[in-house]
């Protein structure tokens, strides 16, 4: 054999942890490294532990046996389609019933413009793919999702925040970032934004700042990608009337199931203009040729035939309620000098500790203390966050919510005291993502 | 407002077809184009057409009832598991299972090495995301699958064929490709290879030649992407003995159910060495999160309870039946000039046509007789493959294959009249992919 081809890959034994391949792999995945903090939310997942990190809807809620038998039905009479391989943008019926939950916020859509994906986190893959170089630019509230921030960075992206207080995006903060952005030669490709209950900072843009921000974004050519999980999960009045409702050429809108039905079925959405759309379909197409015609057609029979708006009123009625129970409690126990967000809707609290408190520190202790949460660096890409942290009351029991706040409100105390003996130590640097993994997140 | 930040968006009314974004996208999305043919496939797919083009599995040969019990069981006993989010690796109960039905391939391997994913499309598109940076080379086989081609398309990898013959890849042919392309300067980052029952060519790797070319790659120190989607769909004796039997560090493994159970579930899975498993988790986390929960605890429930070799063999015999159909009626039928592989399994044979014809020009005329089939340029990144075309036996019933082949005789008759009478025309351009979309493919 010709010497030159004897390049032989490093002589690791099988089943070694050594990474034969260290070399070989493309720029983009040298930031793919699993989180330090994830082996603790291993931990954390364990039943005497009360996690307050997971973002996990209460799918027990859910008639289980009806849903059982609208998918057995499926098969048995539909099984030649639903068990077949189908179109890349999705099932033509699913999208004409997806622009009807649509409506519900104020969109009016056509079938032709919905891309069905693989969750809504799908939806964000193939528009960061199809949008993003290397050092282009994302804008993205501070905090924002991680599962978002985890994807900019799988693509190289420059994710640059854009600050928000109780009422969300803060439009003037976005003029200047985009300006100063400009300024500088940057590219920016979009906003990305949960205007809604947003993850993890349970804050929702009002609707003067609404205006604004599809004002700013229209005059600048930035395109927005309007992330909408929660939007039906408020808990008072009418669901808010999306981005989406007021530009339809200038928002790329998502949706998903996984909330408002099961997240097992990982069926989203994206509704974006005509060019992107087609786009967004050969993407969809390359990356998993099309998306499960059985999850699509049953999240379509379960539509079709079940009381769904009934079905969520019964979810927010059960969030509601787990909401007040982390509100009502933070309140009695958090000792002062702790602040945290009140959410009119979704899953999630973002609280603020006092000065000299470290989140990520805090949480080894806090497991060790049976309660869980996601320090708040997880939220940023510039690694802010170490004085917040997100507190989420969607999965467990309002009474193991109030237990977890009690556990919680112990360590932070005995968090304050080692501060007011030793003084303040220095934050603990950001590295990698910290968060549980999906399972959790 | 700011003057500078008005460089708002070209002003393309609602619904426009101008794309008002097209000076935004990401270099990778400029090859995302839909392919000119594809207007034809939807024509296609009309059922007086005999499609020879598609490479949907029979899924109504399933016990359709049975498994509509089993999904009704699976979400009325394990829905608050089964419609939940899961682990980015997949259920550990199924990666144990695909253990087993690995080891019918002669593979020892761990379910910690395991990957599900939204099909084995995602698995390749993640493995493509991992290693390829604008410009690395994959070597492929020529022809071959064309989902694969698209994605590293997408990802912008430099596509380079090895010829293969009727014994499939020509070990001697990627010696020195490997070589050429080493001394050019060329990072060539994998071999992408279907060994068995290939798609589109229906040749077989034969076991001297699999060891071969392991030997060849491993001393050149270049990663094996071996993909299997058919391989116990073996219409003589025992199943081939996989690559990745005989080398866990060199080969990254891809499988899937679409094949041997249902497209419509789209689970399918990786195998790879410890250190990229890792990476692809992650990638997977980052592309969907995690796949449906609810479609791979079906998957298992089948495995676990269902008589699933059985079913296999029926699909076998179905097959072969469907393949002696095609292969008897091509003998009988096709005019002296034509050339066609003889496939011991999967769903395609590989045709050549006589000099001067050229298979993307035939189509249009074909489709007016009500016979479809590929051309062969999709299958090839270079243009190449205008005097093939693939034609698939696994969809359509026997009788109407020959009634399809009788179709198609009669029009490459009446191309070789014309070809005789005016003489060979200039092949058509090539350009997009020229397949019909993933229902069809």
């Not at 990190?53 to 389609?81: F, H, Q």
């Not at 209950?197 to 309007?226: D, F």
């Amino acid at each position: 054999m010709d010497q030159e081809l004897d390049r032989g890959r490093t002589n690791a034994p099988h089943g070694s942890r050594i990474d034969a391949y260290v070399d070989r792999y493309a720029a983009r995945a040298t930031g793919m490294v699993a989180s330090e903090v994830r082996a603790l939310f291993a931990v954390a997942s364990r039943p005497e532990v009360v996690s307050l990190a997971g973002g996990m809807p209460y799918v027990t809620a859910l008639p289980l046996d009806m849903v059982g038998e609208l998918v057995a039905d499926l098969v048995s009479k539909r099984g030649a389609v639903a068990l077949q391989y189908g179109g890349g943008q999705g099932d033509p019926d699913l999208r004409e019933q997806i622009c009807d939950v649509m409506r519900l916020e104020g969109i009016e859509a056509r079938p032709d413009d919905v891309v069905v994906t693989v969750g809504s986190q799908q939806a964000l893959d193939l528009i960061t793919r199809i949008f993003i170089d290397p050092g282009d630019v994302v804008l993205a509230e501070g905090p924002s999702y991680v599962g978002a921030l985890g994807t900019f960075s799988a693509y190289q992206a420059n994710v640059v925040h854009v600050a928000m207080d109780d009422q969300g995006l803060i439009p003037e903060s976005l003029a200047q970032t985009i300006h100063a952005l400009r300024a500088a030669g940057s590219r920016i490709k979009f906003l990305y934004t949960i205007p809604t209950y947003q993850n993890p900072a349970g804050v929702t843009l009002n609707e003067v700042r609404r205006r604004q921000v599809l004002e700013i974004c229209r005059r600048a050519g930035v395109l927005i990608v309007e992330d909408n999980p929660y939007g039906l999960l408020g808990f008072d009045g009418e669901p808010m009337r999306t981005m989406r409702a007021d530009d339809a050429d200038g928002v790329v809108y998502l949706g998903s199931f996984s909330k408002t039905l099961a997240p097992g079925f990982r069926v989203g959405w994206a509704l974006a203009p005509h060019a992107i759309r087609e786009k967004l379909v050969l993407a969809m197409e390359s990356a998993v040729l099309s998306h499960s015609t059985f999850t699509q057609l049953a999240v379509g029979q379960y539509l079709a035939t079940q009381p769904w708006r009934e079905q969520i009123k019964t979810f927010r009625e059960l969030y509601r309620e787990r909401r007040d129970a982390l509100l009502g409690s933070l309140e009695v126990l958090m000792p002062p000098g702790c602040s945290w967000t009140r959410p009119n809707g979704g899953f999630f609290v973002w609280m603020t500790l006092p000065e000299g408190l470290d989140s990520k520190a805090i949480l080894p202790r806090a497991i060790a203390e049976r309660v869980a949460f996601v320090p708040g660096t997880g939220f940023y890409a510039d690694g802010g966050g170490a004085r917040h942290m997100r507190l989420s009351y969607c999965y467990p029991q309002p009474d193991r919510i109030r237990e977890g706040v009690r556990r919680l409100a112990g360590v932070i105390e005995q968090e304050l005291r080692m501060r007011d003996t030793f003084g303040t130590g220095a934050p603990t640097s950001h590295k990698g993502v910290d968060t549980p993994g999906p399972d959790l997140a």
